[in-house]
């Protein structure tokens, strides 16, 4: 069992910059990639970003290309997701999630998300 929880969330105006982070506790972390997908109000749960167990391979939605950079801490069993130019477009829940296989569609295990607004 992995337990996940986020916490960075709030509002931001738009041009903005927040951080969200993942603590993860449990089973080793370092032998999950991690992710992070969003849902907003009325739409379905999408994909933003993940990395690999090691840290040395990320990749992300093309909504966020060059906005966002996910990155994590193993020794702190933490992930990151550092979010910059953020738009309106960007409120969401942010949900970070763990899974054995990097680059898999599946994951095993998701955190209770954390709220961003992102105000115009």
């Known amino acids: 069992q992995v337990l996940l929880v986020e916490s960075g969330g709030g509002l931001v105006q738009a041009g903005g910059s927040l951080r969200l982070s993942c603590a993860a506790s449990?089973?080793?972390?370092?032998?999950?990639?991690m992710g992070w997908f969003r849902q907003a109000p009325g739409k379905e749960r999408e994909f933003v970003a993940a990395?690999?167990?090691?840290?040395?391979?990320?990749y992300y939605a093309d909504s966020v290309k060059g906005r966002f950079t996910i990155s994590r801490d193993n020794a702190k069993n933490t992930v990151y997701l550092t979010m910059n130019s953020l738009k309106p477009e960007d409120t969401a829940v942010y949900y970070c999630a763990a899974q054995r296989d990097y680059g898999g569609v599946m994951y095993d295990y998701w955190g209770q998300g954390t709220q961003v607004t992102v105000s115009s």
């Open positions: 449990g089973r080793t972390f370092s032998n999950y990639a």
């Open positions: 990395i690999r167990w090691s840290g040395n391979s990320t």
